[in-house]
């Protein structure tokens, strides 16, 4: 079975805070896919990541940044300098490589307020 | 590229009546698809497995004569909520995948039954 678990519900910061933004994942498969989605008030989702199980380097994205940490299952998220435009509901999502289906399973959210 | 379309955006409909949404991949071919539903502030929850030309594959719970799902082409797949309730209320996304390792969302549908 997976299972993907953000901890974090809420998160309220000021523009131009820093905020990482948590996921922890269970899986018994020894190659999966990890993703991150944003989804606006509009619910249309946005891909912002996808990361292989077999690479674990840390990757930056202009003001975004992820942190894989195998060995304690997390695949975490920050937002450097945060804007008002980045307040959204942020999913952290698994995929098993293994089967014919690309079928994920998605944590429960974070929402993130970014306010002036 | 990779474009996947909705149909349509937002619906309301009365109770007790039919509401199809269509879900389309408009440059690309996709031998799946899959269909979610997302309650008000709550986690995409998968429905079902949509295969091109095959039956699909229901997550447990999910009712397969409530909520019947036709994948005729390679591009198109297509929900109905049948005799829908106010219950049947939800952000229904569909996505497709052009192959094993990628999957493509849809803007999302808004179905409100009064």
């Known amino acids: 079975a997976q299972k993907v678990t953000q901890a974090q519900t809420e998160i309220s910061v000021v523009e131009k805070e820093d905020v990482t933004l948590d996921c922890v994942y269970e899986?018994?498969?020894?190659?999966?896919?990890l993703f991150w989605y944003k989804q606006p008030p509009s619910g249309e989702l946005v891909f912002l990541i996808r990361?292989?199980?077999?690479?674990?380097q840390n990757e930056i994205s202009g003001r975004y940044s992820w942190n894989f940490q195998k060995s304690t299952s997390s695949f975490n998220f920050t937002i450097t300098a945060s804007q008002v435009v980045d307040s959204a509901v942020y999913f952290c999502?698994?995929?098993?490589?293994?089967?014919?289906?690309?079928?994920?399973?998605f944590g429960t959210g974070t929402r993130l307020q970014v306010t002036l | 590229g990779a474009v996947v379309s909705q149909h349509p955006s937002r619906v309301i409909c009365k109770s007790g009546t039919s509401v199809k949404i269509e879900c389309r991949s408009l440059?690309?071919?996709?031998?799946?698809m899959f269909w979610y539903r997302q309650f008000p502030k709550q986690s995409l929850m998968l429905m079902a497995t949509?295969?091109?030309?095959?039956?699909?594959?229901?997550e447990q719970g999910v009712e397969k004569d409530k909520f019947l799902i036709n994948h005729a082409s390679l591009t198109l797949s297509t929900l109905t909520v049948t005799s829908a309730h106010p219950e049947d209320s939800s952000f229904y996304i569909c996505?497709?995948?052009?192959?094993?390792?990628?999957?493509?969302f849809g803007p999302g549908t808004r179905l409100t039954v009064t």
């Open positions: 899986t018994r498969d020894t190659t999966y896919y």
């Open positions: 440059d690309f071919q996709a031998t799946t």
């Open positions: 990361r292989n199980s077999f690479d674990e």
């Open positions: 996505s497709a995948a052009p192959t094993t390792y990628e999957q493509y």
């Open positions: 999502a698994l995929r098993a490589r293994k089967g014919t289906a690309s079928k994920l399973t």
């Open positions: 949509s295969n091109e030309g095959s039956k699909a594959t229901y």
